[in-house]
């Protein structure tokens, strides 16, 4: 149970290898206890008709605010009306004003499912009622208590309340797991996932052009490894955030038309092909794509190693050892990138 959770233990199961319950590898028995909670109804909860009328609650209301008949009885819920047309589930309707005139009548009503209240029959109970032809009702205001300007349907319908509720809803996530595949947060409150930033969201702050928005959402906060982890730890450390990589998610994408078969290469504007490493970008690739000149020191903050020249290399190992002969390209300290031929 969660902490500051509580509630009664309506049912304990118990789960043995020895009835040939289901259980994961190397477990032997599993106790599940079933604990019920009592709840008041909130904003954002789900509720239904029995015609897929479903949706959750906007407001709550005192009931004096509510809108009342003329008799003075309040209304408990109100359903909005565009959820009719755009569902077409016309039966929430005729089981309003069907409830509302057995009410009245003071009678029971079955309706079987295919062998329902005709429309002659509901027009014949609604006369007898004494109810109007369309069936609708005055409505008062409870805020001013004028009448509203046209009649509105009212009647009696089974609601029930589904077990979507938002206190189970309710998740925030700071850093958490990663797919292994694309490098993103997983999906889901059960895994502790981050939340979905789909194409129409994504044309939507496109639209406005919140640009550096964007560019955080899709790198440092999703499959930037590299770059998520500066910024965590730039965070910590009270410094500048550094500027975003290349998400993991455009190399997946490159790996997988190469293995269409397809040459797929990444270029400049001078159409200099850039070579891409493990998702991470050369030095010299950065300051081309930045614009920095050469004689500007790069601050790198996405490759594990430092860029050492070779005249330094060489002098750090005389001063070490000057009878050692050392080959430098096979030496695991500096990689083959750093090395070249011609000056040695």
């Known amino acids: 149970v969660p902490h500051g959770e509580a509630g009664t233990i309506v049912d304990v199961k118990i789960f043995t290898r020895d009835n040939s319950d289901e259980l994961g590898p190397g477990v032997n028995q599993v106790i599940r206890c079933y604990i019920a909670t009592k709840r008041k109804i909130s904003v954002g909860d789900k509720m239904s008709g029995r015609h897929g009328n479903k949706g959750v609650i906007s407001r709550i209301l005192p009931e004096e605010d509510m809108p009342f008949l003329p008799d003075g009885t309040v209304i408990d819920i109100m359903l909005n009306p565009l959820g009719v047309p755009s569902r077409m589930n016309l039966g929430q309707v005729l089981e309003l004003h069907l409830g509302m005139a057995a009410k009245k009548l003071g009678i029971h009503i079955a309706t079987p499912v295919f062998d329902g209240v005709t429309n002659e029959d509901l027009d014949k109970i609604i006369e007898e009622a004494g109810m109007r032809p369309d069936a609708k009702t005055e409505l008062y205001d409870g805020r001013t208590g004028e009448p509203f300007d046209s009649p509105i349907a009212v009647g009696i319908m089974y609601m029930i309340k589904l077990a979507h509720m938002v206190d189970d809803k309710l998740h925030a996530r700071s850093t958490g797991p990663y797919s292994l595949v694309t490098q993103q947060p997983l999906g889901g409150k059960a895994q502790f996932g981050g939340q979905r930033f789909g194409e129409m969201e ?31 730890e730039a965070i910590i450390k009270g410094e500048p955030i550094p500027e975003p990589g290349v998400p993991e998610s455009f190399r997946v994408l490159i790996k997988e038309l190469q293995a269409l078969g397809m040459d797929v290469r990444i270029t400049n504007a001078n159409d200099d092909e850039i070579e891409l490493k493990d998702g991470l970008l050369e030095e010299s690739t950065v300051k081309e794509i930045s614009g920095i000149e050469d004689d500007i020191q790069l601050d790198y903050r996405r490759k594990p190693l430092e860029f050492i020249d070779n005249d330094d290399i060489e002098e750090d190992y005389d001063e070490e050892d000057e009878d050692d002969d050392i080959d430098f390209e096979e030496d695991y300290r500096y990689q083959d990138d750093f090395y070249d031929e011609d000056e040695e």
């Not at 044309?203 to 590299?226: H, R």
């Open 202 to 232: 994504v044309w939507a702050l496109e639209a406005y052009g919140a640009a550096y928005t964007l560019q955080e959402i899709l790198t440092v906060k999703s499959d930037d490894i590299i770059g998520r982890v500066k910024v965590y």
